[in-house]
């Protein structure tokens, strides 16, 4: 009979097949459970990823209310109305949903806003700030005033002129605008005690631009142009000289009388 060879020491025998099957099985049932685990944490994510969305730009959640819609202005001639009909429109839109900018647009295409700003006030406000545009003329109309700022934009028919408001006498015709654009735009460039002292503005045409001063004294100011320095010699003039009649359209030359 042939002698049998023990195996070596370091020689595993070969498992036998049933528990070969087994561990390739025990194998398979892991890769499954953790496929399936991770399919779950997917899909709870995914669902609470679709609830998240769905709370903040389709629920009530952090829908506008009504009561949280504040609107301000600085002190002026705005139309408040206006403002908030535009803000009041957005109300129950989810505030994630509401396009801030386009609200600014809108408020700022309104004829008396400058410039507005508009903030998200959570979870659901809504803050909007608007700076008014200032009038620095008011021009003749039928039965009252239009007023005008110093962009030359018409901020709208007024009965009344509003205080510290000069009055502009401008010829009406096909010059008008471009003798407004110049009436305005010295206006503007004026610094505020020089413009609190105009009572009227006259201009037969944009390089002939007339005040009346408080004081009853007539400045012929010219056209648009030195603007600061006409204002720093005038300025300077009504100190230290009393006159009915000052003339700076040559700034460097005045005449008094």
């Given at each position: 009979?042939?002698?049998?060879?023990?195996?070596?020491?370091?020689?595993?025998?070969?498992?036998?097949?049933?528990?070969?099957?087994?561990?390739?099985?025990?194998?398979?049932?892991?890769?499954?459970?953790?496929?399936?685990?991770?399919?779950?944490?997917?899909?709870?994510?995914?669902?609470?990823?679709?609830?998240?969305?769905?709370?903040?730009?389709?629920?009530?959640?952090?829908?506008?209310?009504?009561?949280?819609?504040?609107?301000?202005?600085?002190?002026?001639?705005?139309?408040?109305?206006?403002?908030?009909?535009?803000?009041?429109?957005?109300?129950?839109?989810?505030?994630?949903?509401?396009?801030?900018?386009?609200?600014?647009?809108?408020?700022?295409?309104?004829?008396?806003?400058?410039?507005?700003?508009?903030?998200?006030?959570?979870?659901?406000?809504?803050?909007?700030?608007?700076?008014?545009?200032?009038?620095?003329?008011?021009?003749?109309?039928?039965?009252?005033?239009?007023?005008?700022?110093?962009?030359?934009?018409?901020?709208?028919?007024?009965?009344?002129?509003?205080?510290?408001?000069?009055?502009?006498?401008?010829?009406?015709?096909?010059?008008?605008?471009?003798?407004?654009?110049?009436?305005?735009?010295?206006?503007?460039?004026?610094?505020?005690?020089?413009?609190?002292?105009?009572?009227t503005v006259s201009a037969s045409s944009q390089d002939?631009?007339?005040?009346?001063?408080?004081?009853?004294?007539?400045?012929?100011?010219?056209?648009?142009?030195?603007?600061?320095?006409?204002a720093a010699v005038l300025d300077t003039l009504l100190?230290?000289?009393?006159?009915?009649?000052?003339?700076?359209?040559?700034?460097?030359?005045?005449?008094?009388?």
């Amino acid at each position: 009979m042939p002698a049998m060879i023990p195996p070596a020491e370091d020689e595993v025998p070969f498992a036998p097949v049933s528990e070969l099957s087994d561990r390739i099985a025990e194998r398979d049932r892991a890769a499954r459970r953790v496929f399936w685990r991770r399919v779950a944490i997917l899909a709870v994510g995914a669902a609470a990823l679709v609830a998240l969305v769905w709370a903040a730009f389709f629920s009530p959640l952090f829908a506008l209310a009504p009561e949280r819609v504040v609107v301000s202005a600085a002190p002026g001639n705005v139309d408040i109305a206006a403002v908030e009909n535009a803000a009041n429109a957005r109300v129950g839109t989810p505030l994630p949903r509401l396009r801030t900018g386009s609200l600014r647009a809108e408020l700022e295409a309104v004829p008396t806003v400058l410039s507005a700003e508009v903030r998200r006030e959570w979870p659901d406000g809504l803050s909007v700030e608007v700076v008014p545009r200032t009038p620095i003329a008011a021009v003749p109309a039928d039965s009252g005033f239009e007023l005008f700022d110093t962009y030359g934009v018409d901020l709208g028919f007024v009965p009344d002129v509003p205080e510290g408001v000069p009055v502009a006498q401008i010829p009406l015709g096909e010059d008008t605008a471009f003798i407004l654009d110049g009436v305005t735009a010295v206006m503007g460039s004026l610094p505020p005690e020089l413009l609190g002292q105009i009572s009227t503005v006259s201009a037969s045409s944009q390089d002939a631009i007339e005040f009346m001063l408080d004081s009853g004294a007539t400045v012929r100011w010219g056209d648009n142009s030195g603007n600061e320095l006409k204002a720093a010699v005038l300025d300077t003039l009504l100190a230290e000289v009393k006159a009915s009649f000052y003339d700076v359209s040559s700034p460097r030359n005045p005449i008094t009388s």
